[in-house]
């Protein structure tokens, strides 16, 4: 069974940063797409960040380009998202999923999600 659990959002002002947490359990961490989505009040999911944790490529929302790092650490099956120079309009509820790389990019997208964790950036 494959789980994923978020940890690391919380409370901000503009400008600041927050380093959200990913742990994987029943999954095949070293050979698949992992990544941050997130969703604000009234509007769609949105895609923020991607690794390939074979190959350690990365892939970045317009949005977040320059602010956002997405990395993993393989020996505890983890992926974070560092956030710097935070914006109110970070502010979401953000979600780790994970899948292999033909269906995470898929129409339907990854089909393993954890259960999102609050970033809330004030002004």
């Known amino acids: 069974q494959v789980q994923l659990l978020e940890s690391g959002g919380g409370s901000v002002q503009a400008g600041g940063s927050l380093r959200l947490s990913c742990v994987a359990s029943?999954?095949?961490?070293?050979?698949?797409?992992m990544g941050w989505f997130r969703q604000a009040p009234g509007k769609e999911r949105e895609w923020v960040a991607t690794?390939?944790?074979?190959?350690?490529?990365?892939y970045y929302a317009d949005s977040v380009k320059g602010r956002f790092t997405i990395s993993q650490d393989n020996a505890v099956n983890t992926v974070y998202l560092q956030m710097n120079s935070l914006k109110p309009e970070d502010t979401a509820v953000y979600y780790c999923?994970?899948?292999?790389?033909?269906?995470?990019?898929?129409?339907?997208?990854?089909?393993?999600w954890g259960q999102g964790t609050q970033v809330t950036v004030s002004s």
């Open positions: 029943g999954y095949s961490f070293g050979t698949n797409c």
């Open positions: 690794i390939y944790t074979a190959a350690t490529s990365t």
């Open positions: 999923a994970a899948d292999d790389p033909v269906t995470y990019w898929t129409t339907a997208g990854p089909r393993y």
